[in-house]
């Protein structure tokens, strides 16, 4: 299992990239969550099979329509045991 913590900088706020963020995670089957930071940033977590996590970040350097990605800088993490499912948070 891979675990990493991620921020996405650039025109990422407004364009819906956390809800799509958590719909590319779950369809790949990646635990995580995601959140907006005051910055404009978002910020999250992913863990999961290795492929599925690389995937995702994938999809993050592009993210959804409307979405202008600067950067994407990326972390190995601790896996959390405690997490379930992918959510958003505040």
């Not at 963020?21 to 992913?46: I, K, S, Y």
């Not at 492929?51 to 990605?69: F, I, K």
Request: charged residues 20%; hydrophobic residues 40%.
């Amino acid at each position: 299992m891979k675990a990493v913590s991620f921020c996405v900088s650039g025109r990422v706020q407004g364009v819906s990239f956390r809800y799509a963020t958590r719909q590319v995670g779950v369809g790949m089957g990646v635990q995580g969550w995601v959140r907006n930071r005051g910055d404009g940033a978002v910020e999250g977590h992913l863990q999961g099979d290795d492929q599925a996590v690389e995937a995702v970040l994938d999809w993050c350097r592009e993210g959804p329509p409307g979405a202008r990605v600067e950067q994407l800088t990326w972390a190995p993490a601790p896996v959390d045991t405690k997490l379930a499912g992918f959510s958003i948070r505040p």
